[in-house]
Nanobody, 123 residues
Framework: QVQLVESGGGAVQAGDSLRLSCAAS????????LGWFRQAPGKEREFVCG???????IAADSVKGRFTISRNNAQNTVYLLMNSLKPEDTAIYYC?????????????????WGQGTQVTVSL
């Protein structure tokens, strides 16, 4: 059973940066595709960034050029570096892992989830 634990969230001002971390345990981390999602109050969970097990990266248009996902397979950790934060980035951020053969943007395709970490961006 894979367990994921996020950390690094907090309250910041617009324009600031944050780095989220997600530590994994209980599985073969390097064998899985990973994703970061977020969910704002009253909204559906949405894809933010993803990292394939081969090192490829993708990002949602809303964060492209500002957010970067990276993974350290030796430490079983995935990161989300968020620059130039905006108030609309305010949400609970979740990391997730999928056993599928392809990296998906759909939350339903992910098998394991962390508990989430709150990010609040104010003007």
């Amino acid at each position: 059973q894979v367990q994921l634990v996020e950390s690094g969230g907090g309250a910041v001002q617009a324009g600031d940066s944050l780095r989220l971390s997600c530590a994994a345990s209980g599985g073969s981390f390097s064998s899985y595709h990973l994703g970061w999602f977020r969910q704002a109050p009253g909204k559906e969970r949405e894809f933010v960034c993803g990292a394939t097990k081969w090192g490829g990266m993708i990002a949602a248009d809303s964060v492209k050029g500002r957010f970067t996902i990276s993974r350290n397979n030796a430490q079983n950790t995935v990161y989300l570096l968020m620059n130039s934060l905006k108030p609309e980035d305010t949400a609970i951020y979740y990391c997730a892992l999928t056993k599928d053969s392809v990296l998906s943007r759909q939350p339903t395709e992910y098998d394991y989830w962390g508990q989430g970490t709150q990010v609040t961006v104010s003007l």
